[in-house]
């Protein structure tokens, strides 16, 4: 549930807007934003100010009066996300973005920031009280209950549940959610057979769950990942739908199923190589056998021990190790240590590129609004202030002439096509350096000799319930 307050600035604003600002906080001003303004404090604050002594006739930076607190130059809004939604700062970062254009609208003056320095992630916003076009805002008990709703609606389109007011109060429901909800085990089913439909197709869980966004349904990220589609009325956790379905097992199945279970041995000997093939050949007997949970790769052909998710993510292991020609555990940890510092120096270095090109996109779209509004006879009011905001911030920015444009221009195709290149290098360092802390997980399994034992022990369990379950029946009148 998130929660909103709001703090009326009488003065200061640079120093609100440098605080939410702050590299540390902000993940080096990855998670900043803003609106009509750069994204910087200076700038931000120069175009907050001509805005509000343009409409106010008034001083921006003008000392408090002798007597009241005087007016409000601009309202700093927080919006706090309670630690046990488990809100990434990515989406956090999302969902403010949303909030501000959906509360205040597109001619809004506001600077947006996520900070992730706390045990919680939290949206930091500091209003100009004056848009664009001379509309006031105005902070009061009244508005801060609207825009709380509003906050409490952009997040439920998130997945983010707000606090239910109507709850223990009764209310009706349309028939078609009641005829829904008598039918609630097939959402159980179409929610599997959408999963198996994606699986081959999707790089990660996260691209997985967007994908089912995208096809309608509703996905709620915490701590467990609940699904929901359009027109059930309660969200359904993943581990619900059964052992195919479970976190674990989604990533397992799709971070193998590009690799195949075909491999072919290099003839080296290599100690992981023959503790993978001996445990190979020991699931495969437990498949046979029926000693083990059946969990299909395939869920479109009969299970087998060649259609067995288990079997197939040994033997995609083992293809990825003789592919890389590992002999040892340990070559393979080293192998895991040197990518986490490439993975980690590619990600800082991706994020400084966002942060570099999303300023050089504020810059174009300020010399584009320039450009259109320099030369244009009869400008409007608005259209005068905003050429003198864009004015402003270009010549800040060290943008004198058509030559500076160009090369602006030219340094944002570079960064795009660098960034490109740098999301490539870093989706193959990250989905590799899974894979082999994968493989690591495995080995140790095996190596322990836990690896056999749990699969006899889950299917102990399953006779267990079964068994229960019968004598349940048995005993019922």
């Not at 439909?197 to 966004?213: A, R």
């Not at 999303?358 to 009011?381: F, G, H, M, W």
Request: glycine residues 4%; aromatic residues 8%.
């Amino acid at each position: 549930m998130p929660y909103v307050k709001s703090i009326s600035i009488h003065t200061t604003v640079n120093r609100s807007i440098a605080y939410i600002l702050n590299p540390d906080k902000t993940e080096d001003m990855l998670y900043a934003t803003s609106l009509n303004c750069m994204t910087n404090a200076k700038d931000a604050y120069l175009a907050m100010k001509t805005v509000y002594e343009h409409f106010t006739g008034e001083k921006y930076n003008a000392p408090l009066p002798l007597k009241g607190k005087g007016s409000v130059k601009a309202i700093h809004y927080i919006q706090s996300f309670d630690p046990q939604d488990n809100v990434s700062p990515e989406l956090a970062h999302r969902i403010a973005k949303a909030f501000a254009r959906k509360t205040f609208g597109d001619d809004c003056q506001i600077v947006i920031a996520t900070h992730n320095d706390r045990n919680h992630v939290h949206n930091h916003f500091i209003l100009n009280t004056y848009s664009l076009t001379g509309k006031k805002f105005n902070a009061n008990k009244k508005t801060l209950d609207r825009i709380k709703e509003y906050s409490d609606r952009v997040c439920l389109a998130f997945g983010i549940q707000p606090y239910d007011k109507l709850k223990g109060k009764g209310k009706t429901i349309a028939y078609n959610e009641w005829e829904h909800k008598k039918r609630g085990s097939s959402w159980k089913q179409k929610i599997r057979l959408e999963i198996d439909s994606m699986i081959g197709s999707v790089k990660n869980i996260d691209e997985l769950l967007y994908e089912m966004e995208l096809n309608g349904y509703t996905v709620k990220r915490g701590k467990y990942i609940s699904i929901k589609a359009e027109g059930q009325q309660r969200f359904v956790r993943l581990k619900t739908l059964g052992e195919d379905y479970s976190e674990l097992s989604l990533v397992s199945r799709i971070r193998w199923n590009d690799t195949g279970a075909n491999y072919v041995l290099s003839g080296e000997p290599a100690p992981i190589r023959d503790d993978y093939i001996r445990t190979i050949n020991d699931v495969t007997q437990l498949a046979r056998e029926g000693k083990k949970i059946q969990r299909k790769r395939d869920s479109s052909v009969p299970y087998s021990p060649k259609n067995d998710i288990d079997i197939y993510k040994l033997s995609a292991q083992l293809s990825i190790i003789n592919r890389d020609n590992i002999h040892s555990i340990g070559e393979l940890e080293g192998k895991i240590s040197k990518l986490k510092d490439e993975y980690e120096n590619a990600r800082q270095e991706l994020n400084s590129l966002i942060v570099k090109t999303e300023r050089l996109e504020t810059l174009e779209e300020q010399a584009d609004i320039y450009l259109s509004l320099v030369d244009k006879p009869d400008l409007s009011a608005a259209e005068q202030l905003q050429l003198n905001i864009c004015k402003q911030t270009l010549h800040n920015n060290n943008i004198m002439s058509q030559f500076d444009i160009d090369r602006l221009k030219s340094l944002q195709q570079d960064a795009d096509k660098k960034i490109a290149a740098l999301k490539n290098s870093f989706e193959n360092c990250k989905q590799l350096y899974k894979v082999y802390s994968d493989i690591v997980l495995t080995y140790h399994g095996i190596t322990s000799g836990n690896y056999i034992s749990n699969f006899i022990k889950k299917v102990k369990k399953k006779l267990r319930i079964i068994l229960s379950n019968c004598y349940k029946k048995k005993a019922a009148p």
